[in-house]
């Protein structure tokens, strides 16, 4: 186990001096407190991350405070996990990277991550996000010819046989 806690469901007027002081109950000592906030508003996102000084210490911090009243809200105190590369989700899979990587961008040909309909792939910015060129060179392209199979029950009649008034 880990001394880093994750501290969930803040109110977001929380205060890291308020937050101290809930966890440095019972003698137990905090090294650090991190309280997230948004990048654009600089307000707290509602969650935090809270370094005990020990192993023991931080258990007892989420066996005493997992689902403990602070403010309004019931906190949920676990184990922090560590950073993933990449963000939250883990390593982006439409990212060439490595040997053998071609370096194109997503839904272009080549890139690995195949393409799911007709708008560049599967993690497209907008309707196509292929360059220009790639767009250009479709463009000049004839449009794919139309099949059109005729079943032998419709013999070149449009519409459907049960909506027909002829068979009375």
Same mark, same amino acid.
């Given at each position: 186990?880990?001394?880093? $806690?994750?501290?969930? =469901? $803040?109110p977001y007027? &929380?205060?890291?001096?308020a937050l101290?002081? +809930?966890?440095?109950?019972?003698?137990?000592?905090?090294?650090?407190?991190?309280?997230?906030?948004?990048r654009?508003?600089?307000?707290? /996102?509602?969650? %935090?991350?809270v370094?005990? %000084?020990?192993d023991?210490?931080?258990?007892? %911090?989420?066996?005493k405070?997992?689902? @403990?009243?602070?403010g309004?809200? %019931? $906190? #949920? +105190?676990?184990? *922090?996990?560590?950073?993933?590369?990449?963000?939250? !989700?883990?390593?982006?899979?439409d990212? &060439?990277?490595?040997?053998?990587? !071609?370096?194109?961008r997503?839904?272009?040909?080549g890139?690995?991550?195949?393409?799911?309909?007709?708008?560049?792939?599967?993690?497209s910015?907008?309707p196509? &996000? /292929?360059? @220009?060129?790639?767009?250009? /060179?479709?463009m000049r392209?004839?449009?794919? @010819?139309?099949?059109?199979?005729?079943s032998d *029950?419709d013999?070149? #009649? #449009?519409? =459907?046989? /049960?909506?027909d008034d002829?068979?009375?």
């Amino acid at each position: 186990m880990g001394k880093r $806690l994750y501290v969930g =469901n $803040l109110p977001y007027d &929380a205060d890291e001096a308020a937050l101290r002081e +809930v966890f440095a109950q019972d003698g137990r000592v905090v090294e650090r407190v991190h309280i997230v906030l948004d990048r654009e508003t600089q307000r707290p /996102r509602g969650f %935090a991350f809270v370094e005990m %000084a020990t192993d023991d210490q931080a258990r007892q %911090a989420i066996e005493k405070l997992e689902g @403990k009243t602070f403010g309004t809200r %019931a $906190l #949920r +105190v676990t184990e *922090a996990e560590e950073r993933r590369p990449g963000g939250p !989700s883990g390593p982006r899979p439409d990212r &060439a990277s490595g040997p053998g990587s !071609s370096g194109q961008r997503p839904g272009g040909t080549g890139s690995g991550g195949g393409s799911s309909g007709g708008f560049g792939g599967p993690r497209s910015f907008g309707p196509d &996000a /292929r360059p @220009k060129s790639e767009r250009e /060179r479709e463009m000049r392209k004839p449009p794919p @010819k139309r099949r059109v199979e005729e079943s032998d *029950a419709d013999r070149g #009649r #449009r519409g =459907n046989s /049960r909506f027909d008034d002829d068979e009375e």
